[in-house]
Each structure stands twice: as structure tokens, then as C-alpha cells.
């Protein structure tokens, strides 16, 4: 396992930009498939998109495409969430996963099931 420590979280307007990071250790973590969920109140906490350790393969849910992006970088082992054309219904709370063990180097995981170690969480405010 992983520990994992988000931040950039904050309180921003709708239609403004933010960018979280995740950071890892753990000398596993360039093996990694990672992933972002993000936890309404009252909801259960929900897929984002996830990216595969070699950095090639990325997937998003459809809320957020073409407005969230998900990249890595091994060297300084962390992974990123950029946040831009923001909503409302983006207020969260924000968790970064890390899929350890067995990965391939493209594979992706969109269930909560898949991942075994979960950061805190940042909370992101969109306001209208």
C-alpha cells in the first residue's frame, strides 16, 4: 500500500479553475493505477476518472470530460486533477485511490472495490 495526501482543495466560483495534487508514498507508487472520487453530501462517493501508471491510458466519467484532466508525474510521485469550467455540482469532497499489487501498465480501474489505499480527502466549494 500507499499513503496518500491530497490537497488544493478550496472554495472557487462557478466557471473558475482548480488544480489538486496527490501525493504519494511508497516506492511502489510508479506502479500504480490512480484514481480520483469525489463525495457529494449525502451521496456516496463516486468515480472521477482514473489514469494508468504509465501514464498512457486516462479515463473520465462523462460529467467532468473535456473539462477535468488527469496526469502524473512518477518522478515526483504524485498525481494531479485540473479542474477548469467548475459547477456547483463539482462541490465535493475529493479522494485520490491507488491501485496496488498486479498492474498493468495500462490498465484502469473505475470501482471503488478496485483501489486498496484512499488519501483524506479535500473538500472543493463551487459557488454559484
Known amino acids: 500500500q500507499v499513503q496518500l495526501v491530497e490537497s488544493g482543495g478550496g472554495l472557487v466560483q462557478a466557471g473558475g479553475s482548480l488544480r489538486l495534487s496527490c501525493a504519494a508514498s511508497?516506492?511502489?507508487?510508479?506502479?500504480?493505477?490512480m484514481g480520483w472520487f469525489r463525495q457529494a453530501p449525502g451521496k456516496e462517493r463516486e468515480f472521477v476518472t482514473t489514469?494508468?501508471?504509465?501514464?498512457?491510458?486516462?479515463y473520465y466519467t462523462g460529467s467532468v470530460k473535456g473539462r477535468f484532466t488527469i496526469s502524473r508525474d512518477n518522478a515526483k510521485n504524485t498525481v494531479y486533477l485540473q479542474m477548469n469550467s467548475l459547477k456547483p455540482e463539482d462541490t465535493a469532497v475529493y479522494y485520490c485511490?491507488?491501485?496496488?499489487?498486479?498492474?498493468?501498465?495500462?490498465?484502469?480501474?473505475?470501482?471503488?472495490?478496485?483501489?486498496?489505499?484512499w488519501g483524506q480527502g479535500t473538500q472543493v466549494t463551487v459557488s454559484s
Open positions: 489514469i494508468s501508471w504509465s501514464g498512457a491510458i486516462t
Open positions: 485511490a491507488a491501485k496496488s499489487g498486479y498492474v498493468g501498465a495500462n490498465a484502469i480501474y473505475r470501482n471503488l472495490a478496485d483501489y486498496d489505499s
Open positions: 511508497g516506492r511502489t507508487f510508479s506502479r500504480n493505477a
